[in-house]
Nanobody, 126 residues
Framework: QVQLVESGGGLVQAGGSLRLSCAAS????????MGWFRQAPGKEREFVAG????????WYADSVKGRFTISRDNAKNTVYLQMNSLKREDTAVYSC???????????????????WGQGTQVTVSS
């Protein structure tokens, strides 16, 4: 089973930026859609962004469109999430996940993903 390790979380002031990274252990990474999810205390896991195997397709939650950018480097088995203009409501544990398929015709949902990393905490202060 693929292992996913996130990094880059931390404490940032509102309006600031963070870049999250997720390193995958398997070469199959390059053939899979990857995604970022987040979960705040007392809330359900929420889809944040996804990217197809070849970076041609990307998907974003409405709440982060225009502020977050997902990208990947298949040579490094790594997916990134650049987060700009952070808001207090972005505070959550962010996890990356690998999907069953290389791409999707519409925004993938949580059931399209097979494995999640442990997550990295992002805290946005006012």
């Amino acid at each position: 089973q693929v292992q996913l390790v996130e990094s880059g979380g931390g404490l940032v002031q509102a309006g600031g930026s963070l870049r999250l990274s997720c390193a995958a252990s398997e070469r199959t990474f390059s053939r899979q859609t990857m995604g970022w999810f987040r979960q705040a205390p007392g809330k359900e896991r929420e889809f944040v962004a996804g990217i197809s195997w070849n970076s041609v397709s990307t998907w974003y939650a409405d709440s982060v469109k225009g502020r977050f950018t997902i990208s990947r480097d298949n040579a490094k088995n790594t997916v990134y999430l650049q987060m700009n203009s952070l808001k207090r409501e972005d505070t959550a544990v962010y996890s990356c996940a690998n999907a069953y398929r290389s791409t999707y015709y519409s925004t993938p949902t949580v059931t399209d993903f097979s494995s999640w990393g442990q997550g990295t905490q992002v805290t946005v202060s006012s």
